[in-house]
């Protein structure tokens, strides 16, 4: 049973360019969440996509948008990147349900802007 | 979603248990209970969770006092490669309707350090 997966694994942008980050969920599960985590900080949370709609956002400005597709993957586009975009991008997916739900995390992505 | 506070770091020696405490004293009565760890420079891993009674996996188990103000997550018999940042996060249920809340709040986390 594969995991979350994200591609690419790493990345070098210049500031200005944009990027596009890619997230496959794990079987079964219909959600996914961005998380951006700065060198030495714990992961903050972006959005989260469900019925291929954003559910639910966090204090990330409007150059961070993503999709969902009918498939459940989903992408995270950040545009006119800046220096402190610099980040390692993490994908989570779980299972909408009534109550709680779990959040598992893929490996991420390490993302350069210089 | 509730305030957590942990130590900045632990130490503890391979082979003995490892407890990892955490305050959320401003907890609501419905609010759960995580713990993921993140080795270094990998995505974070799920661990356990818990409402109000203790909870036990193949990975740890977790005590939640009465008064649910406190928690502790316990490595049984800790080895090299538990030494990760171990996160607690307090959290919100999902609404009915079968949506789901997706925020999880990360604090700092503690570093704990499993030594030989």
């Known amino acids: 049973d594969a995991g979350v997966t994200q591609s690419p694994t790493h990345l070098i942008k210049t500031r200005g360019q944009q990027v596009t980050l890619r997230c496959s969920p794990k079987s079964g599960h219909d959600t996914v969440s961005w998380y951006q985590q700065a060198l030495g900080q714990g992961p903050q949370f972006i959005f989260q996509y469900y019925e291929e709609e954003e559910r639910q956002r966090g204090n990330f400005p409007d150059r961070f948008s993503g999709h969902q597709f009918p498939n459940y993957s989903s992408e995270l586009n950040v545009n006119a990147l800046l220096l402190g975009d610099s980040a390692l991008y993490l994908c989570a997916s779980s299972l909408a349900q009534r109550g709680q739900e779990t959040q598992y995390f893929g490996p991420g992505t390490r993302l350069l802007v210089l | 979603d509730a305030k957590t506070t942990q130590p900045p770091s632990m130490d503890c020696a391979e082979g003995r248990a490892a407890n990892l405490p955490c305050n959320h004293s401003?907890?609501?009565?419905?609010?759960?209970v995580y713990w993921y760890r993140q080795i270094h420079s990998q995505g974070p891993q799920y661990i356990i969770h818990g409402l109000k009674n203790n909870e036990t996996n193949e990975m740890a188990s977790l005590i939640i006092t009465e008064d649910r103000k406190s928690s502790t997550l316990i490595l049984p018999h800790a080895t090299l490669r538990d030494t990760a940042v171990y996160y607690c996060?307090?959290?919100?249920?999902?609404?009915?309707?079968?949506?789901?809340?997706?925020?999880?709040?990360f604090g700092q986390g503690t570093i704990l350090t499993v030594h030989p």
């Open positions: 401003t907890i609501s009565g419905n609010e759960y």
């Open positions: 996060i307090v959290r919100s249920p999902s609404p009915a309707g079968g949506t789901s809340y997706g925020k999880l709040t």
